[in-house]
């Protein structure tokens, strides 16, 4: 018999402390003790806005992918996928007007010599409280390289700064080779790099990022139905995997707000314990980018209905993403704590579909005579989900370290399997177990999970 035998003991919720700081901390911290992200190059003293994820941050990371993947691309015949190169031509970003206009306000702090992006400070330096700081000047993102053995002009490429212009140049061929018609997307999720000036909150804001983007390519007078079609889709797809509805809003941008080529644009976002902040955002963004990359490149960027006999480059509506400040979201909102028996811990509870591992199987001892049953217990449910063995510590301290990793179900074999093939499954969130034959755990866990 394992600890919490029977029907579990009784959990009593326990909100995390009220001081939106704290709760930051202890997900840092839960993040790097539990091997979700480490701090890049740390035993060198890290890298600063640099972040390795760790066996289960990957796991993590990869299922937010996927999620979106699954719902934007697998299951639907409209949008198809793309992995577009990351070091790029410069002809690419004068087009899309990056090389101009991909810039943040940049100032001085004349004191201590820290620099700041202008818009996210007041009038003082954060650092030494100075007001004495230089007046605003145009920093540009984009991390400039050199492709070849000479550093010269002709071999300038740059690091992308976002997926997208992969998408657009790449337009003409995927509707060749797909004979898709409007209205049809191309998806891409991919590493992007900006040189952030201020850097922070974690891995909200990073120099290096995953994105998770696609751009649907409407006709002309079907743009304003397909952008509001998507703020709908998006919104709910971060409800659907758990995020609570009052800790997301979707915020229209002003006017003033707007880039130059968008008719409207909305923010997906998420009460960060810094306050509201931006996950992802849906534009409506024209025809500019495939005119402006036709009348760069010479090359036509358009569609012709021959249907109808017309002729006309369609309009992009973009759903972009963060996948890391994503993760970090879903994290945020799985954090609990309350008490099991009368003990405190804390609890991620995460969605089945997000979570980096789906099972756990615990043999109740590290002895011999358990051990070959477990492995056969593993061997079943490895091919149906992701998989933990862990024989370390007592059964007790076993269940609280996979509920705080966000593991939804313990497959325990004790003493008693050996006899009966049976083996007791236990729920993270209720904390019930039931006893399950062995030749029916395959089944129950896949009906658990949904699969």
């Keep these: 018999m394992t600890e919490e035998a029977g029907t579990g003991d009784q959990t009593t919720e326990a909100e995390p402390t009220g001081d ?3 709760l930051m901390e202890r997900i840092v911290n839960l993040a790097k003790r539990r091997g979700f992200i480490f701090p890049s190059a740390d035993i060198y003293g890290g890298f600063r806005s640099t972040y390795d994820y760790g066996p289960l941050g990957v796991l993590l990371l990869r299922n937010v992918k996927d999620a979106w993947w699954r719902s934007m691309v697998q299951l639907r015949h409209d949008v198809l996928g793309l992995d577009a190169a990351i070091l790029s031509a410069p002809r690419i970003w004068e087009a899309s007007g990056h090389l101009a206009n991909f810039t943040d306000p940049l100032v001085d702090c004349r004191n201590c010599h820290e620099r700041w992006r202008a818009d996210k400070i007041g009038d003082s330096c954060p650092n030494c409280g100075s007001a004495d700081l230089t007046e605003p000047r145009a920093f540009n993102l984009m991390f400039k390289t050199f492709a070849g053995p000479v550093e010269e002009d002709a071999t300038v490429a740059y690091l992308r700064p976002e997926t997208a212009q992969g998408m657009f140049v790449n337009f003409a061929n995927v509707l060749q080779t797909s004979r898709k018609k409007p209205p049809f997307g191309i998806a891409q999720v991919g590493k992007s790099f900006r ?12 120099r290096e990022f995953e994105q998770m983007e696609m751009e649907y390519f409407v006709p002309p007078d079907e743009a304003d139905h397909w952008f509001r079609y998507w703020l709908t889709e998006r919104f709910n797809w971060y409800l659907d995997l758990g995020i609570p509805e009052e800790k997301l809003r979707l915020r229209h941008h002003a006017t003033d707000e707007l880039s130059h080529y968008s008719s409207g644009t909305a923010d997906v976002e998420f009460l960060f314990p810094w306050g509201w902040d931006e996950l992802e955002g849906i534009a409506n963004r024209g025809n500019f980018d495939l005119t402006a990359h036709a009348e760069a490149s010479g090359e036509k960027l358009e569609y012709f209905d021959q249907a109808t006999g017309e002729r006309y480059v ?3 509506i973009e759903p972009a993403a963060g996948a890391t400040r994503t993760m970090m979201a879903f994290l945020l909102a799985a954090y609990h704590e309350d008490e099991v028996g009368g003990e405190a811990r804390s609890v991620l509870r995460l969605d089945p579909r997000l979570a980096p591992y789906q099972v756990a199987v615990l043999p109740l001892s590290k002895k011999d005579t358990l051990e070959p ?3 056969e217990v593993l061997g079943l449910l490895q091919p149906v989900c992701m998989c933990d063995y862990d024989t370390t510590q ?12 966000g593991t939804p179900y313990c497959v325990t074999v004790d003493f008693d399997t050996l006899e009966d ?3 007791t499954v236990r729920d993270r969130d209720t904390t019930e177990q039931v006893r399950v034959p062995i030749d029916s755990l395959v089944a129950e866990i896949r009906g658990r999970l949904g699969r």
Excluded: C, M, W
Aim: proline share 8%; glycine share 2%; net charge positive.
């Design 195 to 206: 040189n952030e000036i201020t850097p922070q909150n974690f891995v909200f804001r990073t």
């Design 394 to 405: 007592s059964i007790g301290k076993r269940y609280r370290r996979q509920d705080e990793v």
């Design 421 to 423: 093939r049976a083996v």
């Design 373 to 375: 049953t477990a492995l």
């Design 314 to 316: 369609p309009h992009v």
């Design 20 to 22: 939106p700081a704290d």
